[in-house]
């Protein structure tokens, strides 16, 4: 499994299964597997971020940036580990981590009102002013009881997402 061209063994997938806590099939990651050795066009044994990027939902993904941060330079393992987040097996705790370390682009584990306000402008794009963004961030921060100068945690993000139903899926085609 070190290089891409190789094939899978037996033991390389249940390798892979339990790593990912069970939240693919064995066909699944067989299935991801033969993507992952087509993005990987160089066979290195990892995707690189420009490889990544030639997945059009992913280029066109406004967050595609923060992403990018969290895959450059995945070997298989590892990619079938951060794809289990949109497994529809995966628990709304799997699915809230994620959605975290997409806010907590440097990974020092809270989350700031400038790191909330550069996401809300990675998806509103040129149709909200800075200030306009700025406005709507404090004042819903305000309403939670918050202020410009609070860390959001990991645990804050569980009591904002836990009650909801998240619907973060990817569907892995299987032959």
């Known amino acids: 499994m070190g ?3 190789s094939m899978l063994t037996q033991y390389d997938i249940e390798e892979v299964q339990v790593h990912c806590h069970n939240l693919f099939t064995q066909q699944e990651i067989v299935s991801l597997y033969q993507r992952f050795c087509q993005l990987d066009r160089n066979a290195k044994g990892f995707i690189s971020a420009d490889e990544f990027m030639s997945v ?5 993904n406004p967050l595609s940036q923060r992403l990018l941060k969290m ?3 995945l070997n298989f393992k590892d990619f079938v580990a951060f794809l289990s987040a949109f497994s529809a097996k995966a628990s709304a705790s799997q699915k809230i ?3 975290f370390k997409v806010y907590d682009s440097d990974g020092n584990g809270k989350v700031s009102f400038n790191d909330i306000l550069q996401v809300l ?9 800075d200030e306009q963004r700025e ?16 860390y959001l945690m990991l645990d804050d993000f569980h009591k904002v997402f836990g009650s909801s139903n998240i619907r973060m899926e990817v569907e892995v085609p299987v032959d």
């Open 135 to 150: 406005q709507v961030l404090s004042q819903l921060l305000k309403e939670a009881g918050y202020t410009k100068d609070s």
């Open 71 to 73: 895959v450059d330079g």
């Open 3 to 5: 290089t891409s061209s």
């Open 56 to 60: 059009p939902e992913i280029a066109m």
């Open 121 to 129: 402008g990675d998806l509103s794009g040129p149709f909200m002013s």
């Open 97 to 99: 981590e994620l959605i």
